[in-house]
């Protein structure tokens, strides 16, 4: 499958696995905050970050049209999901499939 560039990338580009994910699992709240804003889209595992960390990143992905699609959000409650999609304005996906 040839690569696209899209975000989708991370799980159809050969040899790349799920080890590639783990990438934003380290990074500080703060550098994801600065790849959304610069632009940059992202799949993070957001099982590992707090609520209010998540919206920041939502807001910060609303300004510049950056698609940042959460993972791991299965057990949050709906009002948290609520304020980091409102936060997020259309930039903000869940999937907790990988």
């Known amino acids: 499958m040839r690569y ?5 990338c991370v799980r159809t580009k050969p040899g790349w696995g799920l080890r590639q994910l783990d ?3 380290k990074r500080a709240i703060d550098d994801l905050v600065r790849i959304a804003v ?3 889209g992202f799949r993070p595992d ?4 707090q609520s209010s960390d998540l ?7 609303s300004k510049s049209g950056a698609k940042v699609i959460f993972t791991g959000l299965a057990t949050r ?5 609520a304020q ?3 936060a ?3 930039c903000v996906f869940f999937d907790d499939e990988l």
Request: hydrophobic share 40%.
């Open 4 to 8: 696209s560039g899209s975000i989708d």
């Open 23 to 25: 990438m934003f699992k």
């Open 38 to 40: 610069a632009g940059g």
């Open 46 to 49: 957001a099982s590992v970050k």
């Open 55 to 61: 919206v920041r990143i939502a807001e910060a992905a």
């Open 77 to 81: 409650t709906t009002d948290d999901l």
């Open 84 to 86: 980091i999609g409102k």
């Open 88 to 90: 997020g304005k259309g």
